[in-house]
């Protein structure tokens, strides 16, 4: 389903939040879907099922899922979700691909262009010449991995 860097500073159950709330952000888990049984993703990952536990909390008090007691967890409907939290992480997403941009190079004129391209724009779907189709290869095989799961 996703990775956890064991090494990492930052706490598991921080790390399945984030990644939980990236797969519901991009629509790789629907609304009303249900989540993975905590012993599932604790034996999937190996991790101990009250990390999972914590996750799933956090996530419910963020707004992002919801508890069905006897049944499990659901994704929450979009107007549930804290509209907040989702423009925060587009902002510091969007800041570290900005600061990239610059380090490799990209003048500030053409990060601008392609802003005012993407306002004009009503689709949005004007902008592929300017972006990298490898930089969907995550949210796609995160898609294949939830996909694998929903068949068992």
Known sequence: ????DIRSRIPIYEQLVENFKNLII??????????????QIAKELTVNPNT????????????????VPGKGSFVAPPSEI???EKVKKMKQELSKLISEAIFLGVKKEEIISLIEEAEKSEDHGDLGDHVDQGDHVKSDDAEKSVKGRREE
């Open 1 to 4: 389903m996703f990775q956890l």
């Open 26 to 39: 991009n629509e790789v888990l629907k609304a009303d879907e249900q989540l993975p049984s905590v012993r």
């Open 52 to 67: 999972i536990q914590k996750a799933y909390r956090e996530l419910e008090h963020q707004g992002y899922i919801y508890s």
């Open 82 to 84: 804290n509209k907040g």
